[in-house]
């Protein structure tokens, strides 16, 4: 019998791009993928670290996928970045599990498999340095698609455990991911979102240089792709060249996912950030100089060791200040082997959970005023679902990230998806909008029309 394979995947894209990876390699095996662990033979939980709620997250999956151990689960293996960071623990106090597979091993995953069906209990943890250069996805189908360009990290924020699950920075070649990308526009693709833990700092490590602005111009050549959107640029490593080369390109969409983390000096020093508050602002400034209609997503931390409720009033003076298209909060997780974990001065739980619901209010309205700007504009909607009986229409703008940011709603469009459509927005909501389909309009400005300005 051909064993049935549920991959469970949980935490990032980068996350995702890994199961879809492995998802491919057990295909190619002779695997027959299945969607519900509760029909596999095989379960593949791939967890994510990052924080604590994810780590909690990870354990209760793996928990699950183990109870159907008692069914028609034979074994049961764990992969990702908790493996990466306490395989040993996990093994130690959690027998129902059959294999380990690190970050950086995960193309071993068929070994892993075969090896725990033989009634082995292998473990694939070393340090995380695989190469994604001749590696294939088995992609979800639809008209979006994540691509990793880069793996890993150089930076050493004081909060974050990324390094000790990613390693360092490692960047793919430019010809890998234009092969990727042109495979994902055959197969129908429209709009890829280009992800690592520090996109701007692309190609340092093996020419050093910054090499996205290259990257870009090369993927502009691919005929069939609309939309190419950037996520997680670090804001030390946003150089002009890119941002010209943002503003000169044919599919960059005007989106900038550019994580800042706080507003306040101090903290940023304690956070070994590589900016101040006002550094920020006139980066900020600059952007949108030469981006007049781009739309800025960052995320923010609350509750780091030594926050006060002063520093905290100066995040959100600071938010209402710079007016930020899109805003995500966490609060701060102390994880094992980073600096401010043994940072004095911590601050508590539910003083934590009350700013980050203040600063999400806070925000509220400056997100919605700035979708009420669009509001009688005509913009470009790449269309992903239908519901026909109301006959709506769903899909995204080029201001908003799959996912993570809003939706339109789109009547007067019959069909089909994966298209980019023009519609005028007709209303604004907190984090929505609403429009109609305009079937004669040309549509917003493609990102190659867009005014480079400054």
């Not at 996928?65 to 069914?71: C, N, Q, V, Y």
């Not at 093996?206 to 090369?218: I, K, Q, S």
């Not at 604004?428 to 493609?446: H, K, Q, T």
Request: charge should be negative; charged fraction near 30%; aromatic fraction near 6%.
């Amino acid at each position: 019998m051909r064993e049935k394979v549920a991959i469970v995947t949980l935490g990032c894209e980068k996350n995702r791009i890994d199961s879809e990876i492995m998802a491919d390699l057990l295909e190619r095996r002779g695997y027959v993928l299945v969607d519900d662990v509760r029909e596999a033979t095989v379960a593949v939980v791939n967890t994510c670290g990052f924080i604590d709620l994810a780590k909690e997250e990870s354990i209760q999956t793996i928990l699950e996928a183990a109870e159907l151990k008692r069914d028609r689960l034979k074994s049961l293996i764990v992969t990702g970045c908790l493996v990466q960071r306490y395989q040993e623990v996990l093994f130690e106090e959690m027998p129902e599990i059959d294999g380990l597979v690190g970050t950086g091993d995960f193309d071993r995953i068929v070994e892993a498999v075969e090896a725990a069906l033989a009634g082995k209990r292998p473990v694939f943890v070393g340090h995380p340095a695989i190469s994604y250069e001749a590696l294939s996805r088995r992609v979800t189908p639809g008209p979006s698609a994540y691509v990793k360009i880069a793996e890993g990290c150089n930076h050493r924020c004081t909060f974050c455990a990324i390094p000790l699950m990613r390693g360092r920075l490692r960047s793919r070649s430019i010809p890998s991911i234009v092969r990727e990308v042109e495979a994902l526009v055959a197969r129908g693709v429209k709009e890829v979102s280009l992800i690592a833990q520090d996109l701007s700092s692309y190609g340092l490590d093996t020419e050093r240089r910054y090499m996205l602005p290259a990257l870009l111009r090369a993927l502009d050549r691919i005929e069939g792709l609309e939309w190419v959107r950037l996520h997680y640029v670090y804001p030390g490593a946003l150089t002009e060249e890119l941002l010209r080369t943002m503003a000169e390109s044919r599919t960059v969409v005007p989106y900038l996912d550019m994580p800042l983390q706080h507003s306040v000096d101090r903290l940023l020093r304690a956070m070994k950030r590589p900016h101040g508050g006002a550094d920020v602002r006139r980066l900020i400034e600059r952007v949108r100089t030469v981006l007049p209609d781009v739309a800025i997503r960052s995320s923010f931390i609350v509750g780091f060791p030594g926050e006060t409720e002063d520093d905290f009033e100066t995040l959100l003076r600071f938010l209402s200040d710079v007016e930020l298209d899109r805003v995500g909060v966490f609060t701060y997780s102390p994880e094992d082997g980073t600096p401010a974990a043994a940072y004095p001065d911590p601050v508590p739980e539910p003083v934590k959970e009350a700013r980050a619901l203040r600063l999400i209010e806070h925000q509220r309205p400056i997100t919605q005023k700035k979708n009420a700007a669009r509001i009688g504009r005509v913009v470009p909607v790449l269309i992903e679902r239908l519901d026909a009986e109301a006959g709506v229409a769903y899909g995204r703008t080029p201001y908003d990230a799959p996912e993570v940011d809003g939706e339109i709603s789109v009547s007067g469009y019959a069909g089909p998806t994966g298209v980019i459509v023009p519609v005028r927005v007709t209303h604004a909501f907190d984090y929505d909008l609403a429009g109609v389909y305009i079937p004669e309009a040309a549509g917003d400005r493609s990102p190659a029309d867009r005014a480079v300005g400054g």
